[in-house]
T-cell receptor, first 111, second 112 residues
């Protein structure tokens, strides 16, 4: 079973601060997805990264895939209360036929 | 509206009383799966289905059954629920197991 460790597990910050959350594994992934889950709802896809070293931006969110395709990070600039939620990474291992989800980072942005 | 629906959204039951959680999608997706979500453990896959009549075990299948008689429906069956199956359950569908997964709203199950 592949393991995707996310850190930190919990993060509480003030509105306007910057933050970075991490998704790490000892396995190589052919692609990696980031999801956000809001209370009472299912996860919703934010982005997919597929190339080592790839950087994708989604407004104030910046996603990076590690050069070795074993890790990824999500950086949020000037966090807002609407960013509050559980952030999950999910990886597709080389040759795998299913995604494997990380443990999640629960972010709270305080107004 | 493209969506995955689950019912019920909330369920409290007792040990040993068989229950079924329904899942339906209207996106004509071939791939469907069930996950359970527990604090600190993330999403763990219970069962998945590549297509009609094709199902397979995920990482935590013990105590669960599924069926895929129609493309749009993928019910999760707990024949004899136990307290350790208390969890938040999500159904998901996709055109491919490695592509974007579309999740239902979740079913919060409590087994007393």
């Amino acid at each position: 079973t592949q393991l995707l460790e996310q850190s930190p597990q919990f993060l509480s910050i003030q509105e306007g601060e910057n933050l970075t959350v991490y998704c790490n594994s000892s396995s190589v992934f052919s692609s990696l997805q980031w999801y956000r889950q809001e209370p009472g709802e299912g996860p919703v896809l934010l982005v997919t990264v597929v190339t080592g070293g790839e950087v994708k931006k989604l407004k104030r969110l910046t996603f990076q895939f590690g050069d070795a395709r074993k890790d990824s990070s999500l950086h949020i600039t000037a966090a807002q209360p609407g960013d509050t939620g559980l952030y999950l990474c999910a990886g597709a291992g080389t040759g795998a036929n299913n995604l494997f989800f990380g443990t999640g980072t629960r972010l709270t942005v305080i107004p | 509206e493209a969506q995955v629906t689950q019912n019920p959204r909330y369920l409290i039951t007792v040990t040993g009383k068989k229950l079924t959680v329904t899942c339906s999608q209207n996106m004509n997706h071939e791939y469907m799966s069930w996950y359970r979500q527990d604090p600190g453990l993330g999403l763990r896959q219970i069962y998945y289905s590549m297509n009609v009549e094709v199902t397979d075990k995920g990482d935590v299948p013990e105590g669960y059954k599924v069926s895929r008689k129609e493309k749009r429906n993928f019910p999760l069956i707990l024949e004899s629920p136990s307290p350790n199956q208390t969890s938040l359950y999500f159904c998901a569908s996709s055109s491919n197991p490695l592509y974007e997964q579309f999740f239902g709203p979740g079913t919060r199950l409590t087994v007393l």
